[in-house]
């Protein structure tokens, strides 16, 4: 049975940095592609970032690049948000998503197989 488990969420304030891992269990972490979603109140689930199943590529939405980094350790099946100069706007329950495959990334729901419980973030103003 695949499980993705985020880690906890939290409240930051604007400016500030969180990092959100999520750790893989019952596939072959390092067969697959993990993204990052995110989904704000009354809005639709929107792609964050991805990363490829070696690590070596990586794919930001506009809106975090820069401030966002994606980053995974095979060895220990997790993968790593690092949040960085949060923005009330980054507000969302966040989700971990698993596609297997060798691409270098995937940028839309339905090409991920796996999903996180999803957790929240809450960027204060």
């Known amino acids: 049975q695949v499980q993705l488990v985020e880690s906890e969420g939290g409240l930051v304030q604007a400016g500030g940095s969180l990092r959100l891992s999520c750790a893989a269990s019952?596939?072959?972490?390092?067969?697959?592609?993990m993204g990052w979603f995110r989904q704000a109140p009354g809005k639709e689930r929107e792609f964050v970032a991805a990363?490829?199943?070696?690590?070596?590529?990586?794919y930001y939405a506009a809106s975090v690049k820069g401030r966002f980094t994606l980053s995974r350790d095979n060895a220990k099946n997790t993968v790593y948000l690092q949040m960085n100069s949060l923005k009330p706007e980054d507000t969302a329950v966040y989700y971990c998503?698993?596609?297997?495959?060798?691409?270098?990334?995937?940028?839309?729901?339905?090409?991920?197989?796996?999903w996180g419980q999803g957790t929240q973030v809450t960027v204060s103003s």
């Open positions: 019952g596939l072959t972490f390092s067969r697959n592609v």
């Open positions: 990363i490829s199943w070696s690590g070596t590529n990586t």
């Open positions: 998503a698993a596609r297997e495959g060798f691409g270098s990334y995937y940028l839309r729901e339905y090409e991920y197989n796996y």
